[in-house]
């Protein structure tokens, strides 16, 4: 089992940065893909980026796609998402999600591990 903490979230005016963390216990970081979700107020959790265990693939969302960058560092146990260009339309709280297996997977169920969420607020 594995245990994820997120961190990095804040109120950030469009068109700025943020860099969320989610730092991993438990099981050897390593064996596990990785992705972030995210839900708005009155919203479905929906799939933002995924990156596999060996780094070698990625998936993300469209609407993100050239402004998110997903990645990890197996040594800190950690996972990242850069996300730049902010619009308000990315306020939510922003979950990371581990699951095992093999592939980049973009559904929630596919997920067997979450943290608690970290907040993003983006001011027009």
């Known amino acids: 089992q594995v245990q994820l903490v997120e961190s990095g979230g804040g109120l950030v005016q469009a068109g700025g940065s943020l860099r969320l963390s989610c730092a991993a216990s438990?099981?050897?970081?390593?064996?596990?893909?990785m992705a972030w979700f995210r839900q708005a107020i009155e919203k479905e959790r929906e799939f933002v980026a995924a990156?596999?265990?060996?780094?070698?693939?990625?998936r993300y969302l469209d609407s993100v796609k050239g402004r998110f960058t997903i990645s990890r560092d197996n040594a800190k146990n950690t996972v990242y998402l850069q996300m730049n260009s902010l619009k308000p339309e990315d306020t939510a709280i922003y979950y990371c999600a581990a699951r095992e297996g093999r592939g980049v997977a973009a559904g929630r169920g596919e997920y067997a591990y979450w943290g608690q969420g970290t907040q993003v607020t983006v001011a027009s």
């Open positions: 438990g099981r050897t970081f390593s064996m596990y893909n």
């Open positions: 990156i596999s265990r060996n780094i070698e693939g990625t």
